[in-house]
Antibody, heavy 123, light 109 residues
Framework: EVQLVESGGGLVQPGGSLRLSCAAS????????MSWVRQAPGKGLEWVSA????????YYADSVKGRFTISRDNSKNTLYLQMNSLRAEDTAVYYC????????????????WGKGTTVTVSS | SYVLTQPPSVSVAPGKTARITCGGN??????VHWYQQKPGQAPVLVIY???DRPSGIPERFSGSNSGNTATLTISRVEAGDEADYYC????????????FGGGTKLTVL
């Protein structure tokens, strides 16, 4: 069974840092792109970042570029999101999602999602 | 950047057909994917590549995409279909390429 389990969320002060992790199992992790998607309270889905299977290609939303870094350790089947200079508007549930780009990045979608981890940025 | 526009809400009676639209400039040239999210739960993929269904998704869910509008159609709507629905595309012309629509709340009357 394909499974994604996020961890690392919590309460952090504005300007602080946090690292999220996503442990993957049930599939060949290195063969798949991965994404982070967040959802602020009462709001819609917002894509945050994506990374290719090898880690050689990364993409970011404008709202987090320069502050967040996506990475992966294929030997540990784990995806990461390093979040620096956190702001109140980064408060959200952060989902890890397995990506599918077998037909090319233009056809990218996310077929399995974790349950999410909550990040709260507040003083 | 590319914008996807969805109606905030759609209401339908049980047993009827619900249609949720996703508008975007020449969206028919892109591959559209749809997600269902029930309260307190993670999103679930219900349609990919405009009209393909993942295993486990009922045949009542179908999709189409042409011109400036993609549509998710849910036939014979059930109470359990009440959820938020999001469309998503990849915008190759952008360096922040994954785009979600704003979401549509489907209410089953």
């Amino acid at each position: 069974e394909v499974q994604l389990v996020e961890s690392g969320g919590g309460l952090v002060q504005p300007g602080g840092s946090l690292r999220l992790s996503c442990a993957a199992s049930g599939f060949t992790f290195s063969s798949y792109a991965m994404s982070w998607v967040r959802q602020a309270p009462g709001k819609g889905l917002e894509w945050v970042s994506a990374i290719s299977g090898s880690g050689g290609s990364t993409y970011y939303a404008d709202s987090v570029k320069g502050r967040f870094t996506i990475s992966r350790d294929n030997s540990k089947n784990t995806l990461y999101l390093q979040m620096n200079s956190l702001r109140a508007e980064d408060t959200a549930v952060y989902y890890c999602a397995k990506g599918v780009a077998v037909a090319g990045w233009s056809y990218y979608y996310m077929d399995v999602w974790g349950k999410g981890t909550t990040v709260t940025v507040s003083s | 950047s590319y914008v996807l526009t969805q109606p905030p809400s759609v209401s339908v009676a049980p047993g009827k057909t619900a249609r949720i639209t996703c508008g975007g400039n020449n969206i028919g040239s892109k591959s559209v994917h749809w997600y269902q999210q029930k309260p307190g739960q993670a999103p679930v993929l219900v349609i990919y590549y405009d009209s393909d269904r993942p295993s486990g998704i009922p045949e009542r869910f179908s999709g189409s995409n042409s011109g400036n509008t993609a549509t998710l159609t849910i036939s014979r709507v059930e109470a359990g279909d009440e959820a938020d629905y999001y469309c998503q595309v990849w915008d190759s012309s952008s360096d922040h390429p994954v785009v979600f629509g704003g979401g549509t709340k489907l209410t089953v009357l």
